[in-house]
């Protein structure tokens, strides 16, 4: 056993050892760099403007499809000619971060890309800026599919600084060869080498297998209270909410008019919500065709219609989710992330600070909480991260909406371990977090089984006798009938018709209104049947 030996007398060899920390610093300073620039060249691909995509496309092209070996000997041997000269050591670092930063760029655009668009869309809604929602929602998100690949890069990277010998850093695997050239031991050297190597890189895979257990938010649920607020345990049974009386309404009603007072909007003769000949088109089709209405504060308004009449497309534009092509929208008599220029609307930086300011929320058909926040936190993040509200008052707030909404023993549960009703009753309750005077809703209840749509509705009907003002676009025509205080029928981009929903559900005057709710009220009849 003499060679195993030999093997651990190089395995603990200063000289190694010493070359092993060289390669670990390249190794961690490459990585931090290369994270850094490969997470802006990220940002450059996806970006929607071309030439700032071409521009990360042609790098991360050059530097992926050259030899790194290459690479440093192109730096090492041009950067003196321009006057730059650097020590091996820098150059290494150098040439191992440009070549990094084009691997990272597409890993990390792989993570980004996995999350579903709509959770940005959602944090935008509430005021959070593309750098805020990216690095609280979508890169929180991203890292479990990330990590694995990474952690997979810095383990080659590592093996692979044996490259920067060419440009003469005294690193491990450069330092193994010097010993073998004095002493022609190829065995008992490079496995000592080799043995520092699964060392080095084993302690990585530890370091992976930690953060993906830190990022998993069933693990974290898992792991009970923890921290300030908490956390509640997977698979804890969710027990049914009761079907709210009359007392029970009554209070709801009261609490959203205490927590949101500007809910309880004063009658005026002045439109809170301004809809001036808006037009908006898709390529060659057109999705609105000069639509013009306006809301009063604390006036309920529901919008019915066919699927692709422009209902949901009005909505995404009035919280300026997508940009107008013509007309105006103003909301509180202020222009939601635009400036007038030569009587136009040009699109400005900072929409999402403007929906804060202007105070307009929106729920959405498919719910889009945060798959990494809880209940509570999904509630909490808008006030907290754009408003500036401290925690514990947040989280005050966020706990007496939770209850308001009837769900106060699932604050700790994440979004998947909730039923499709409860989750839109967060969804609620996080649109009532940041206060807003105008509420949104785009087929709030379309995505849900026939027996939680009431859970919805409830919660629905008690703000609007709380007086918020919102516009509701639905195909619950009951709801529409008994909550509205006017209903407008859409159909091919255009307002076919509009009065109380007395005139438009039960007496409509045009033909195709007529046909329209014929139509809903032979499918419910089916669904009753069925």
């Not at 000069?290 to 019915?304: L, N, Q």
């Not at 089984?449 to 516009?471: C, H, I, K, N, Y």
Request: aromatic share 8%.
């Amino acid at each position: 056993m003499e060679w195993a030996t030999e093997v651990l007398s190089y395995f603990t060899s200063d000289f190694l050892w010493a070359g092993a920390v060289l390669a670990v610093k390249i190794t961690v300073v490459s990585m931090v760099i290369g994270l850094t620039f490969g997470l802006v060249l990220a940002l450059m691909r996806m970006s929607e403007y071309r030439p700032i995509a071409g521009v990360a496309w042609v790098y991360i092209w050059v530097m992926r499809g050259t030899p790194l070996l290459l690479q440093l000997v192109f730096i090492f041997d041009a950067l003196p000619l321009v006057g730059l000269k650097f020590d091996s050591f820098t150059t290494a670092v150098i040439g191992f971060s440009l070549n990094q930063a084009a691997f990272s760029a597409e890993i990390l655009r792989g993570g980004i890309l996995s999350v579903s668009p709509q959770q940005a869309v959602a944090a935008s809604s509430l005021g959070m800026g593309p750098m805020l929602t990216l690095r609280r929602i979508v890169l929180p998100q991203a890292m479990r599919a990330i990590l694995p690949a990474l952690a997979n890069d810095t383990i080659g990277m590592l093996k692979m600084t044996s490259v920067a010998s060419v440009i003469f850093v005294n690193e491990l695997t450069f330092r193994a060869q010097q010993i073998v050239g004095e002493n022609f031991k190829f065995f008992t050297v490079f496995a000592g080498a080799g043995l520092i190597y699964l060392l080095l890189t084993s302690i990585i895979s530890i370091v992976q297998m930690t953060l993906e257990r830190s990022l998993d938010p069933d693990r974290r649920q898992q792991a009970g209270p923890r921290g300030r607020l908490g956390f509640g345990r997977r698979g804890q049974v969710a027990l049914p909410v009761a079907t709210a009386g009359p007392a029970r309404k009554a209070s709801r009603v009261e609490t959203v008019r205490e927590l949101i007072p500007a809910a309880s909007a004063t009658s005026s003769d002045q439109p809170f919500l301004q809809c001036t000949n808006v037009w908006k088109a898709y390529g060659e089709r057109d999705v609105l065709k000069g639509i013009s209405f306006d809301v009063k504060p604390g006036e309920v308004v529901a919008v019915i219609g066919p699927s692709g009449s422009g209902k949901s497309t009005l909505l995404r534009l009035v919280n300026h989710l997508e940009s107008i092509d013509q007309g105006e929208i103003r909301v509180g008599g202020r222009y939601v992330g635009y400036v007038k220029e030569n009587g136009h609307l040009k699109p400005i930086s900072g929409r999402a600070r403007a929906r804060a300011e202007v105070g307009v929320s929106m729920v959405f058909q498919s719910f889009n909480l945060f798959a990494n926040l809880t209940a509570l936190e999904n509630i909490m993040e808008a006030p907290v991260r754009v408003h500036g509200v401290p925690k514990a008052e947040a989280e005050a707030l966020a706990r007496r909406l939770l209850a308001a909404v009837g769900l106060s023993s699932h604050a700790d549960h994440l979004p998947q371990h909730l039923s499709g009703g409860q989750q839109q009753r967060v969804a609620i309750a996080r649109a009532l977090a940041v206060k807003p005077r105008l509420m949104l809703f785009d087929e709030p209840t379309s995505a849900l089984d026939p027996e939680l749509v009431g859970e919805v509705l409830s919660v629905m009907r008690a703000l609007a006798e709380a007086g918020m003002t919102m516009v509701i676009v639905t195909h619950e025509i009951r709801f529409a009938r008994e909550v509205a205080d006017r209903v407008v029928f859409f159909d091919d981009g255009n307002i076919v018709e509009e009065g109380a929903p007395a005139d438009v559900l039960d007496r409509p005057k045009m033909e195709r209104t007529r046909q329209f709710l014929s139509a809903i009220s032979n499918e419910s009849d089916d669904e009753e049947v069925a």
